[in-house]
């Protein structure tokens, strides 16, 4: 069974989170301010004061082609370990994207549609939000233009040819087609861009025509409110509430997904992010307001941020290379609400590698994260005998990551220390209202 409704976690806070902040102004953005780039009924989920918000008839009938998804407990990676941990994880690679973007990628689709929208634009890295974004379009109608982070357009032409399959445009980023990509390859004219970059160029391009608007796959409230269907199923299918409930976070919104409905049903549960050493906004980012894209297009953002002028070295958790945080995630972390860790690239890829021998599924490189994390925890409960429950979102497959794991497997990756200087330097172009 389908849930009926995703679940807005915001009114069961003590405090709301702080609003988006006009760049110019330093006030907080209207609907009007949004209205270029967003349909109104995103518009309206995205400050919305209800607890819960029905699913459309047309979205769930789009829902119904993967979910429910998988929820399976890891007996084979647990047996192996030799931990008293019971290990459980909700398996989001089944939707015909192969994660859990198409959960937003179809109600966004739906409501743009809806509203008389003609295309829809949007920015991808290591090409799972554009793939499921293509995906959606095609299901209600809509043209789909992509513009891909140039190191990944080279490094994943599969990814490339998933979303031309799908019927979406795809361009490398930064490009010569936007004001803000030909700045860039003035500059730079070797850049291999970032998501930062590839934002500016597709928010640029909605906001200037009137039949077109942006969409995000992460970050914002009504992603994770779409998200929350992952919990809502894992919270009926779960044998046992949760200890622990372990996610990987990019801009948070597969951790949040899994994690909001568990917040509200089982307050004994703690909760853990996982990021990325190379991309640590919750562990070393400042919470603070910044710019949601390079080129400063964007509102400002309350959120753990490493800069907006900050490009990750290139691992291979494309998901997981952003600078910023979801304002509602970060919030929620400055409440004490749940943790946050960091695993380096070759504990991932170890961890990614030990959970397909044992359970089957090559996972996605951003979920090798909370696999690492989720296997460090089953092992400190071998040590102290503990029978915790743990559950993780496993967000995602790695068919399309083979040569990341050809790599790891070749000797070949590199684990990327992030110097303090690099943190301060992009740190020092904050930009100044708030
Ligand atoms: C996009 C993506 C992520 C990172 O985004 P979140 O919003 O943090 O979930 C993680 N894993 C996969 C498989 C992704 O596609």
Redesign the pocket.
């Known amino acids: 069974m389908l849930p009926g409704h995703w679940y807005n976690i915001v009114p069961d806070l003590t405090t709301p989170p702080p609003p988006p902040l006009h760049p110019a102004t330093g006030q907080p953005v209207g609907p009007d301010d949004l209205a270029p780039l967003f349909p109104m009924e995103l518009i309206g989920q995205e400050v919305s004061g209800e607890r819960f918000i029905e699913i459309p008839q047309d979205v769930l009938d789009v829902y119904r082609l993967w979910r429910p998804t998988p929820l399976i407990r890891a007996h084979r990676l647990e047996k192996a370990l030799g931990t008293p941990a019971r290990i459980y994880y909700k398996y989001e690679g089944v939707s015909p994207a192969g ?3 198409p959960n937003t990628a179809v109600p966004q689709a739906y409501y743009n549609k809806r509203e008389g929208v003609r295309r829809l634009t949007t920015e991808t890295g ?1 090409g ?2 554009g793939s499921a974004l293509a995906f959606a379009c095609a299901q209600f109608g809509l043209e789909c233009e992509i513009w891909m982070v140039r190191a990944s357009y080279d490094q994943k032409p599969y990814r490339r040819s998933l979303m031309r399959v799908y019927g979406a445009a795809v361009h490398a980023s930064p490009s010569p087609l936007t004001s803000a990509g030909s700045k860039i390859l003035t500059e730079h004219p070797d850049s291999t861009g970032s998501l930062g970059i590839a934002i500016s160029e597709a928010v640029e391009v909605a906001g200037a025509a009137a039949d077109t608007r942006y969409a995000l ?2 970050v914002l409230n009504h992603v994770l409110l779409h998200q929350t269907v992952i919990g809502e199923e894992a919270l009926k299918q779960m044998p046992e509430m949760p200890d622990l409930v372990i996610g ?8 949040a997904g899994l994690a909001f409905p568990f917040m509200r049903e089982s307050p004994r549960t703690s909760y853990r992010a996982v990021e990325p050493e190379a991309c640590p906004s919750f562990t070393r980012g400042r919470y603070a307001y910044d710019f949601g894209d390079t080129a400063g297009f964007t509102p400002l953002l309350k959120m753990h941020t490493l800069g907006h002028d900050f490009v990750p070295d290139p691992i291979h958790a494309g ?2 290379r952003y600078h910023g945080m979801s304002p509602l995630l970060s919030h929620m972390y400055e409440l004490g609400l749940f943790e946050a860790v960091t695993r380096s690239q070759s504990e991932c890829f170890e961890a990614g590698v030990r959970f397909a021998r044992t359970e089957g599924i090559v996972p ?1 490189p ?2 090798t994260h909370a696999l690492a994390e989720t296997i460090a925890e089953a092992l400190r409960c071998k040590e102290s005998g503990e029978e915790k429950v743990l559950l993780t979102a496993l ?2 497959h790695g068919h399309f990551d083979l040569g990341a794991y050809d790599r790891y497997l070749a000797g070949e990756l590199e684990d990327y220390a992030l110097p303090q200087e690099r943190v301060d330097q992009a740190l020092a172009n904050l930009p100044h209202s708030g």
């Not at 990987?248 to 951790?255: D, E, Q, V």
């Open positions: 994660s859990h973007k290591a799972q939000w796959g992460s990987c976070t990019g801009g948070g919104s597969n951790f998901g997981l996605a951003e979920p967000c995602g």
